[in-house]
């Protein structure tokens, strides 16, 4: 099953919590900014990093999740919460958006 999950850290990037946003079937699973942001904004979090993972074992980004990170990074601007990185896992391997330049 794919599961989608939110870091959320204070201003000197500490975690305050690993929060579950989602879980889906065996290819796909819903998040959307409110779900993402909702734990960030009750908790004060001044920044977040998201991930979820591949259960097809690629983590090679796919479309929905460049458009996916795109919106959360501009949601988070709107709330005043940085999105540092957004990391897809599979089958022992991790792509970071960040380091590929792709945030």
Do not use: Y
Request: hydrophobic fraction near 40%.
């Amino acid at each position: 099953d794919e599961h989608f999950k939110c870091i959320l850290l204070t201003t000197k990037n500490d975690v305050i919590q690993i929060a579950d946003v989602s879980r889906g079937g065996i290819d796909s699973t819903v998040a959307v900014p409110r779900d993402v942001f909702r734990m960030a904004v009750r908790l004060s979090a001044s920044a977040v990093i998201v991930c979820h993972n591949h259960p097809s074992g690629d983590p090679e980004p796919s479309r929905d999740d460049l458009l996916l990170t795109k919106r959360l990074a501009e949601s988070g601007e709107l709330l005043g919460i940085r999105v540092l990185d957004h990391i897809v896992f599979g089958d022992g391997r991790w792509v970071s958006f960040r380091d590929r330049g792709l945030m």
